[in-house]
C-alpha cells in the first residue's frame, strides 16, 4: 500500500511541475521568388551549315544555307541572344573567321535579314510568345582569291532567359 500511496504522489507530483514550465513557440517565416519557366529550344543544340564543294571563283554567288533556330516560348517572354564566333574577321564585327585564309561566313537573321553581330553582343527580344523563330542564314565571303581545299569554322548562340 505504502509503494501505491508512493507511486500516486510521485506521479501527481510529475504532472504539477510540468504544468509549472512556460510553453515555448517557434515562427516559421516562408519566402521565395517565383519566376517565370524559361523558353525551351526546340531545335538541335548541334546545327551544321555545309557548302558542300564550290569552286573558287564562284564563292560569291553561292547559295546561303539556312540554320534552323527555334524555341518554345511561355506568353511575354524575354531574352537576350547572342553569337560568338570562334575567329572574328580583323575590325568586323560581323565576318565570322573559317580555317582558310580569307575566307569568312555571315550570319543574318531570317525574320528581319540583318546581319547578326557574331562578337557575342546581345540583341534584346521581348513578348515573345509560342514559336519562336531565331533561324539565320550563312553566306560564305572571299576577302581575297582562294586556293583548293577544305574549310571549317564555328560559332556559339547564346540565350539568356529573362
Do not use: H
Not at 51 to 64: E, L, M, N, P, V
Not at 93 to 105: E, G, H, I, M, P
Amino acid at each position: 500500500m505504502n509503494l501505491r500511496l508512493s507511486m500516486a504522489a510521485a506521479l501527481l507530483t510529475g504532472l504539477a511541475c510540468t504544468s509549472a514550465y512556460a510553453d515555448d513557440t517557434v515562427t516559421i517565416n516562408v519566402s521565395g521568388t517565383l519566376t517565370k519557366a524559361p523558353c525551351s529550344l526546340t531545335s538541335s543544340k548541334t546545327l551544321t551549315a555545309n557548302f558542300g564543294s564550290i569552286r573558287t571563283d564562284q564563292i560569291s554567288s553561292a547559295s546561303s544555307v539556312d540554320i534552323p533556330v527555334t524555341l518554345n516560348c511561355p506568353a511575354n517572354s524575354a531574352l537576350n541572344v547572342s553569337i560568338k564566333a570562334s575567329g572574328v574577321y580583323s575590325g568586323s564585327t560581323t565576318y565570322a573567321t573559317t580555317s582558310k585564309t580569307n575566307l569568312v561566313y555571315m550570319l543574318s537573321w531570317k525574320s528581319d535579314n540583318s546581319v547578326a553581330n557574331v562578337t557575342g553582343t546581345k540583341r534584346n527580344l521581348t513578348n515573345q510568345s509560342g514559336t519562336v523563330n531565331l533561324g539565320l542564314t550563312a553566306k560564305l565571303i572571299a576577302i581575297a582569291a582562294q586556293t583548293e581545299g577544305s574549310f571549317t569554322g564555328s560559332s556559339v548562340i547564346t540565350l539568356e532567359y529573362l
